[in-house]
């Protein structure tokens, strides 16, 4: 089977991560995956890549040439169905299913909550309920488009974690940051904008950090930067920026903290419970169907206090060594990309069986 991919940017994030970890899984079991993207480098795609992948840009996400292109590529490679993997490229990719060029499959990575209004996400619901195949990551991101029409083949296809791999990584020398070694260590790894909560986050890792005699550390970057910075001044709190040894990070802390007010199913907390950090989640019902309560602290994310509370229960209850911990790595020592790639597989057999 030959698989186009298509997504706006290859720099690292939850998609484009997820992108990497299907192109592997599929072509270990035999298909051929070629990838167009807008914004990437050459250094992002990997060496043994199997297709092509090939830059559409240059260009704006919204500039009417990445249709064309993606047409033209489309075309040359000819495969059996086309995956979108980001909004812009939803757009992209409909339109040229509404022309009939392609059998396309969306992939929902979101709930209901991510998304506000435009032109765009209202133009992507119009084209997504045509679509010959949805695959989404938890079962709220189904019922999205449930309720907006959908009514062709879905799979729940949760995203795939090397486990092992992740176990195996070296443990980072947290003295590098600044930091001290031996503390307790709490992290939040993750985008620094308003849905990820992060300003409240940093402050709770700070003030739980303090009660217990440890210390933080904050993984990311974006809008709400300065304002995280403000949150966690004088305080044995770390900002690390984006880094590409995360997993290493993750291996040298105790407890990871999610505590955003909506979800898919977040990167970070397979990784960190494949690392075998304790987890601290928010209470948000996507984070409710991914773990239960033998696995995470649930906290209210909308209450600072609460978020300080379920960092200090965590750490209480020995942080790496606490029961929830085992029982969380277990949930992902079946996500491997093989895996997924496998589930992937069948997916589009099956989209492509029930014809258009």
């Known amino acids: 089977m030959r698989v186009t991919f298509c997504i706006s940017n290859l720099v690292a994030g939850g998609a484009e991560r997820q992108l990497h970890y299907a192109v592997a899984g599929l072509e270990a079991h035999g298909a051929t995956v070629d990838v167009a993207f807008v914004e990437g480098l050459e250094s992002m795609v990997p060496t043994a890549a199997r297709g092509q992948w090939f830059r559409l840009g240059p260009l704006d996400n919204r500039d009417p040439r990445l249709l064309l292109r993606l047409r033209r590529f489309v075309r040359q490679r000819r495969p059996d169905l086309v995956q979108s993997w980001s909004v812009q490229q939803d757009v992209v990719a409909g339109l040229l299913h509404a022309y009939g060029d392609l059998a396309w ?23 997504a309920r045509r679509a010959d195949g949805i695959v989404a990551n938890s079962n709220a991101g189904l019922a999205h488009w449930r309720a907006r029409g959908h009514r062709g083949p879905q799979a729940l296809i949760r995203n795939a974690v090397p486990a092992r791999t992740i176990a195996a990584a070296p443990r980072a ?3 590098a940051l600044g ?15 308003p849905e990820k909560n992060v300003v409240a986050t940093a402050r709770a890792i700070a003030r739980a950090a303090a009660m217990a005699g440890g210390q933080g550390v904050l993984v990311g970057g974006g809008s709400e930067l300065r304002a995280v910075e403000a949150a966690v001044a004088g305080a044995p709190v770390a900002i690390a920026g984006f880094r590409d040894d995360v997993w290493s990070l993750l291996g040298a802390t105790d407890v990871v903290v999610l505590a955003s007010f909506t979800e898919g199913e977040p990167n970070v907390l397979l990784e960190a419970a494949a690392a075998g950090c304790a987890i601290v989640a928010a209470d948000i019902a996507p984070l409710r169907e991914m773990l239960a309560e033998d696995q995470t602290v649930f906290v209210d994310p909308a209450s600072e206090d609460d978020i300080v509370r379920g960092i200090s229960r965590a750490l209480a209850d020995g942080g790496r060594r606490s029961p929830r911990v085992q029982v969380a790595q277990a949930m992902v020592v079946d996500r491997e990309p093989a895996a997924i790639g496998l589930r992937y597989l069948e997916f589009y057999e099956k989209v492509l069986r029930s014809g258009r």
């Open 105 to 127: 499959v969306l992939r929902e990575p979101n709930s209901s909550g991510m998304y506000g209004g435009g032109w765009r996400v209202a133009l992507r619901d119009r084209l």
């Open 179 to 193: 930091l001290r070694r031996g503390l307790p260590t709490v992290a939040f790894v993750g985008r620094f904008e």
């Open 173 to 175: 020398d947290l003295a």
